[in-house]
C-alpha cells in the first residue's frame, strides 16, 4: 500500500492530478443561485477543489439547507440571501464576501429566470425587462463590482453559465434564449479587457440539464424522448456535468483559456 501511494506521488501525472484537485485552495468563490440545480453543483465541485464558497438564494430557507448539506461534505460555505435583479442585494453579497472571507477570487454568475412561454411576439415588455435584468445585466454588474477585489488578489475568473439556447432557441423559450446568446457576447466583450488585470472570462452553455428550473424540458417523456434524439451520448445532463466544468474553468488547469464558451450538451450539434 505505502509503495503504490509513492509511486502515486512520484508520478509526474498522478502529481499533477491530485495538486489540481486542491488547486483552488485558499481561493474565495461566489456563486449565485446556487442552493440547488447547477448552483449548488458549481459551489460543491468549487468547494472540493478547495474554494470557500459563498452560496446564496432568494429565499433564507434554501440559502440554509444549502450551507448544512455543503458543511455535511466538509466543504467551506458561507450563505446569504440575494436577488441579483436588486442592486442593494448584490452590493451586500460582495461586501458581505470581501468582510467574512477576506476578498474575492471567484464569481459563477448562474441566477437565471424564465417568466414566460409562447410565441415570442406575445411576449411584453415586462417580461423583456425581467429576463434581461436578471439574466444578463446582473452578470455584468456583478462581475463590475467584483473586479476591483479580484484586481486586489493579483486576478481571478468570471464564469457565465449560459445555455445551449444561446446557440440555438428553444421554441417557446424566446426571450429566454435570447438573453443567453447575449451572455456569450457579454463573455467575448469583457475577456479582452479583463485580461490586462489578470482576469479571466469564460461561460458555459449546458444542454438540457435535469434540475427543477428546466424541468418542464425533461417530466414530459414525449418532450425529454425528442431531445435524446439529438443527443451522442443518450441521457439528460445532470448538474454535476455542468459543475465539474466549472470548477475546471475557474483554476489553474485552464489559466490560457479566456474569452471561450463550453457547449456540455450530451453532444447536441449548436455550434461548429
Known amino acids: 500500500m505505502l509503495r503504490a501511494v509513492t509511486k502515486c506521488f512520484l508520478h509526474p501525472v498522478a502529481g499533477r492530478r491530485m495538486m489540481s484537485y486542491s488547486s483552488l485552495s485558499g481561493k474565495v468563490a461566489i456563486v449565485t443561485a446556487s442552493t440547488d440545480g447547477i448552483g449548488l453543483a458549481a459551489a460543491q465541485a468549487l468547494g472540493r477543489s478547495g474554494a470557500h464558497v459563498v452560496v446564496s438564494s432568494r429565499r433564507q430557507a434554501n440559502v440554509d439547507k444549502a450551507v448544512s448539506q455543503l458543511r455535511a461534505e466538509n466543504i467551506q460555505v458561507t450563505g446569504t440571501i440575494c436577488n441579483v435583479g436588486n442592486k442593494e442585494d448584490r452590493e451586500k453579497l460582495i461586501n458581505m464576501t470581501v468582510e467574512q472571507c477576506g476578498g474575492i477570487d471567484i464569481l ?139 470548477a475546471f474553468l475557474c483554476s489553474d488547469d485552464a489559466s490560457y483559456i479566456t474569452g471561450e464558451t463550453i457547449t456540455v450538451t450530451g453532444g447536441i450539434n449548436c455550434r461548429l
Not at 230 to 240: A, F
Open 108 to 246: 459563477v454568475s448562474n441566477a437565471a429566470v424564465n417568466p414566460f412561454f409562447g410565441n415570442i411576439l406575445e411576449s411584453t415588455d415586462a417580461v423583456w425587462t425581467k429576463i434581461l435584468d436578471v439574466n444578463v445585466k446582473s452578470s455584468f454588474l456583478l462581475t463590475k463590482l467584483v473586479v476591483p477585489h479580484m484586481e486586489k488578489r493579483g486576478g481571478g475568473s468570471v464564469v457565465f453559465v449560459s445555455s445551449v439556447a444561446g446557440y440555438q432557441p428553444i421554441p417557446g423559450l424566446g426571450p429566454y434564449s435570447v438573453s443567453k446568446t447575449a451572455l456569450l457576447g457579454l463573455t467575448r466583450a469583457l475577456a479582452p479587457e479583463l485580461a490586462q488585470t489578470n482576469i479571466r472570462v469564460n461561460c458555459v452553455a449546458p444542454g438540457v440539464i435535469k434540475t427543477r428550473f428546466s424541468s418542464a424540458l425533461w417530466q414530459s417523456e414525449e418532450v425529454a424522448s425528442e431531445f435524446l434524439k439529438m443527443l451522442s451520448i443518450k441521457r439528460l445532463g445532470k448538474p454535476e456535468d455542468i459543475g465539474g466544468v466549472i
